[in-house]
């Protein structure tokens, strides 16, 4: 296979130009309308419960860690998430729920954050303020105390977490330059004409003795007419006999 060169590269991008532009605006415009108008916008909110140890939890775990640990596990349990299900009328299951509900603590603070994401901003915030107040509810019969405040309630969220339309576009102008780039070489590959001598002489390895010139057929019809009616008119002011005779 013949190896192609930086420059014949260029000069095939160059020739392909309009066709490439035309393949990565293409892409570029349709990774916008898919974004804007396909994929349903996610939301996120939070709420934070700040955990205060009493002597009574200290004996009965031995680090803080493990009782946040504990706590996490507690609020994303069926137990509650039913409850949270229950009361807000929710037409989901406690599993579907869970996946949408993420627990963390804040580093080595006594802070748990609870995030909650739907498609659904105003129900979003519902779902992690409800996970707050059943989890403080709850947290006394299960552990037999309630050491556990509301830091900071969920807000109404405003803007989508997802999808992320400077990051689609950025991936949609990419492929769709790659895309063009490959279609063009392809293209390239399998054309089979030759546009100057130079290819010609490299292709067959001879030297190029002469060139045709491309002469329209309609030109050359014309032209024709043309002389078969002056022809005709010098007959006729010869009285009808031909030219030359």
């Known amino acids: 296979m013949e190896e192609i060169s930086l420059k014949q590269l ?32 996610t939301y996120e909110t939070s709420t934070q419960l700040i955990v205060t140890p009493s002597q009574k939890q200290g004996d009965a775990y031995t680090s803080r860690e493990q009782l946040i640990n504990t706590y996490n596990v507690i609020i994303t349990s069926p137990r509650i998430l039913q409850q ?26 006594q802070v748990v954050t609870i995030r909650v994401k739907d498609r659904n901003p105003e129900l979003t915030m ?20 309630n050491n ?16 992320n339309l400077m990051l689609n576009m950025i991936i949609s102008l990419v492929v ?31 030297p190029v003795l002469g060139t045709i010139m491309n002469i329209e057929i309609k030109k050359i019809d014309m032209k024709s007419q043309q002389v078969k009616a002056i022809s005709r008119q010098i007959e006729s002011l010869d009285g009808g006999e031909p030219v030359g005779t």
């Not at 892409?27 to 804007?36: N, P, R, V």
């Open 10 to 41: 260029i000069n095939v991008l160059k020739r392909r130009l309009f066709l490439m532009t035309l393949i990565t605006l293409t892409f570029l415009a349709s990774g916008w309308l898919f974004t804007k108008y396909v994929i349903t916008p």
């Open 84 to 109: 949270v299900i229950n009361e807000l009328s929710l037409e989901r299951t406690h599993s579907s729920l869970r996946e949408s509900v993420s627990v963390k603590s804040e580093g080595q603070s």
């Open 126 to 145: 519902q779902i992690a303020d409800r996970i707050a107040l059943v989890f403080q509810r709850e947290v006394i019969e299960i552990m037999n105390f």
């Open 148 to 163: 556990l405040s509301v830091l900071t309630p969920a807000e109404l969220p405003t803007a989508p977490v997802s999808p």
């Open 176 to 206: 769709g330059g790659m895309l063009a780039v490959g279609i063009s070489l392809l293209l390239e590959l399998f054309h089979n004409t030759f546009r100057s001598e130079d290819e010609i002489e490299k292709a067959l390895k001879l």
